[in-house]
């Protein structure tokens, strides 16, 4: 009806004395299409009496089938509802409120508002760099960790003793290199097992303290054997400065092995902790899109080991380098290549219709079907391929 009554209407000429008289417009041809384009529950409203009269004095729309012939009629409306003047005032202030608070930035404005932005930009970007090249700095101010090694051997029936300065700690990290068992494989083992198995055992002492035994089960074929290193931290009560290491062996052979310690080590909980940090730092970084997903990452992977610097644990390069999942991050660059060239060939769109024409629309049985196909997919692909492919397609 709004568009019924904007077609045919022009500015009304209200009279002052008495505000009970609107001129009105034209009954044009336009307003006649629109009008038997209504429902005749519409047509049948009292607010439309005038143009249902009109339209019935026009002969019920012949005028529509002469398309050369233009019929226009005029009329006037008393106490209609919807041209009632005394809404008008309430209409035109709801308007100038609508004008009002759609604030009109005047280029001033705009130009202060993108300065305040760029200058925000531009802090936050230094705050960021600054906190970047401080991390870096500190990585590369400390010393890498330096471990020392010590390829030893066991004899049968004997104990060997390594002396070890703890003038300025109180705990010892002491990494075994040799023919043993890992230690997964020692957990699954039942009792009866364990302790028929042979053994190296190691503890630390001092003049005060004797700390609990460190057991390691030997591998039972020590000529053909896969190397595995075993780590474990002794810590003492005392402040004793030198204390010593000893070990021994249950086996009837002798068992070679090499030997390293790190004096204070970084306890596991703490480093939980640190790694925590470090982790909701990065999400807070990408989720609120403060910088870049890849600065992001550069930012806490330096802050990582400049954390590590500072409590002594600074990797070596080759550390760094084992560190990276070669194999996985090759997969991945090759997987969003392959999707890259088949989004431009409109596959994952012809998917994602297809899907859609099946479920005919449902939300639900639409994602028991690409649950369905997730699954299959997985059976024969692994879990990142699966997911770079199904993402467009659920995206989609």
């Not at 009970?20 to 417009?25: D, K, Q």
């Not at 009837?252 to 390293?260: C, D, G, L, P, R």
């Not at 990408?286 to 930012?299: C, D, G, K, P, S």
Request: proline share 4%; aromatic share 8%; glycine share 4%.
């Amino acid at each position: 009806m709004e568009e019924l009554w904007r077609r045919f209407r022009k500015p009304r000429e209200i009279d002052k004395s008495t505000y009970s008289l609107v001129s009105c417009g034209e009954l044009t041809q336009d307003t006649l299409q629109v009008w038997n384009g209504l429902p005749e529950e519409i047509k049948k409203d009292p607010s439309l009496e005038q143009i249902r009269q009109k339209y019935e004095e026009l002969g019920n729309g012949d005028i529509l089938k002469n398309q050369e012939i233009e019929k226009t009629a005029k009329f006037t409306t008393n106490s209609d509802p919807i041209l009632d003047v005394s809404k008008e005032p309430a209409q035109e202030e709801f308007h100038h409120e609508d004008h009002e608070n759609d604030v009109h930035i005047s280029p001033e404005d705009r130009r202060k508002q993108a300065q305040k932005n760029r200058r925000k930009h531009y802090i936050k970007m230094s705050l960021l760099l600054g906190c970047w090249v401080f991390f870096t700095a500190v990585f590369l101010t400390h010393d890498e960790k330096h471990e020392k090694f010590l390829t030893t051997a066991v004899i049968p029936g004997e104990i060997n003793n390594y002396t070890i300065n703890m003038t300025d700690t109180d705990a010892v990290l002491i990494k075994l290199t040799g023919p043993f068992t890992s230690e997964q494989a020692e957990i699954k083992m039942n009792s009866t097992v364990y302790d028929k198995a042979d053994k190296l055992i190691a503890w630390l002492e001092n003049e005060h303290e004797i700390t609990p035994q460190w057991k390691i089960i030997l591998h039972h074929d020590k000529s053909n054997y896969n190397r595995e290193t075993r780590m474990h931290i002794f810590r003492v009560n005392t402040t004793i400065p030198t204390s010593y290491l000893r070990l021994n062996t249950t086996t009837s052979s002798v068992v070679a092995f090499t030997m390293s310690f790190t004096l204070r080590p970084l306890d596991v909980s703490t480093g939980v902790v640190y790694a925590l940090l470090l982790l909701c730092g990065l999400y807070v970084l990408i989720i609120f899109e403060i910088i870049n997903r890849t600065m992001a990452a550069l930012l806490i992977s330096t802050t990582s080991l400049a954390a590590l610097s500072l409590v002594g644990e600074r990797p070596t390069l080759p550390d760094i380098i084992s560190w990276l999942d070669v194999e996985t991050l090759l997969l991945l660059f090759s997987m969003m290549i392959l999707v890259a060239i088949m989004a431009e060939t409109g596959v994952f769109d012809y998917l994602a219709v297809f899907a859609f024409e099946i479920t005919k629309g449902k939300l639900w049985p639409l994602i028991y079907l690409l649950c369905i196909i997730t699954a299959v997919m997985s059976t024969f692909l692994d879990n990142v391929t699966t997911v770079l492919l199904m993402s467009p397609v659920t995206i989609r």
